[in-house]
């Protein structure tokens, strides 16, 4: 078998976090929100509620499993 175009295997990913502002429980995909490069304390990805409207941050790591 060859592989003619490898795709992305954590696009997938879904990481469930919860809104602080109204409690809302959240499946949150990396591709639902922009990803937000920060070399100080890590990137991150940021969603908003769709309830509230709060921004929600969420450390790129948890997408890596």
């Known amino acids: 078998m ?8 954590h696009l997938g990913v879904e990481v469930e976090v919860i809104c ?17 490069y920060d070399y100080r304390d890590g990137d991150y990805v940021e969603v908003q509620c769709p309830v509230c409207s709060r921004d929600i941050t969420i450390s790129i790591k948890k997408f890596d499993r």
């Open 2 to 9: 060859r592989i003619i175009k490898e795709g992305n295997k």
């Open 20 to 36: 602080r502002q109204c409690q809302s429980e959240l499946g949150v995909k990396k591709s639902d929100g922009r990803i937000i």
